[in-house]
């Protein structure tokens, strides 16, 4: 059986008014905003049969320009550590992600706390393409321990309202976002083969200086 906090995140995802008044209850005019936009554009969701194993995550959302694999946490503790089994699911959400070229995504459940209680983290894979490739530079990846290993904290997530954001805005803002991205990128390119240019040009010229000067010291 599904447990409360994925019945709860689902019937977000779904752009269930009830299931989005529910979760906000206890959140800011602001934030409750964000979170309704999921109304306008919501997802099909499933909960993906074999939960927990081969990839498939808790709950696989899916979308016209978008399909996300969710683990599901529900913790006490800001932060969960991966091992055994958990740390098997981390590599099989990994492994599929690359394969299949989406953004398997941990959405963790804090209990206790007031306001929005979810946060998100992506996990690292490197063949996504159209609007997850825009969205995955505005979710922070699990972070790391002193080890190097990935782990859940809580307090270094995407808050849920602030992903739904993401999620939800039209396809134009997407493109525009994009194109933005790819100025500056085109830019800073600039910029460094400019740099580059005049860091040559004064080595150039640092060069030349002694022999002028023992040209002249000759004379």
């Given at each position: ?24 209850r206890s959140c800011s005019a602001s934030e409750k905003a ?174 030349q200086e002694p022999e002028e000067w023992m040209r002249k010291?000759?004379?």
């Amino acid at each position: 059986m599904a447990s409360h906090y994925e019945r709860e995140l689902r019937a977000v995802l779904v752009g269930s008014p009830d299931g989005v008044r529910a979760v906000t209850r206890s959140c800011s005019a602001s934030e409750k905003a964000k979170v309704m936009q999921v109304i306008r554009r919501p997802f099909l969701v499933v909960r993906a049969a074999g939960s927990g194993t081969a990839g498939a995550g808790d709950l696989l959302a899916v979308r016209g320009d978008i399909s996300l694999p969710i683990e599901v946490k529900t913790t006490k503790d800001k932060k969960v550590y991966l091992s055994g089994r958990t740390w098997e699911q981390y590599l099989d959400l990994q492994n599929e992600g690359e394969r299949c070229g989406l953004m398997p995504i941990y959405a963790m459940r804090l209990k206790g706390v007031r306001g929005d209680s979810w946060r998100i983290f992506k996990v690292e894979t490197s063949k996504l393409t159209g609007p997850a490739s825009v969205i995955a530079r505005r979710v922070p990846s699990l972070p790391l321990t002193r080890n190097g290993k990935p782990h859940l904290d809580w307090d270094q997530g995407l808050p849920l309202h602030k992903f739904l954001a993401l999620l939800c805005r039209d396809e134009e803002s997407y493109s525009q976002t994009a194109e933005i991205l790819r100025s500056k990128a085109t830019a800073w390119t600039e910029q460094a083969e400019a740099r580059k240019i005049e860091d040559e040009i004064i080595v150039a010229k640092q060069q030349q200086e002694p022999e002028e000067w023992m040209r002249k010291f000759r004379l």
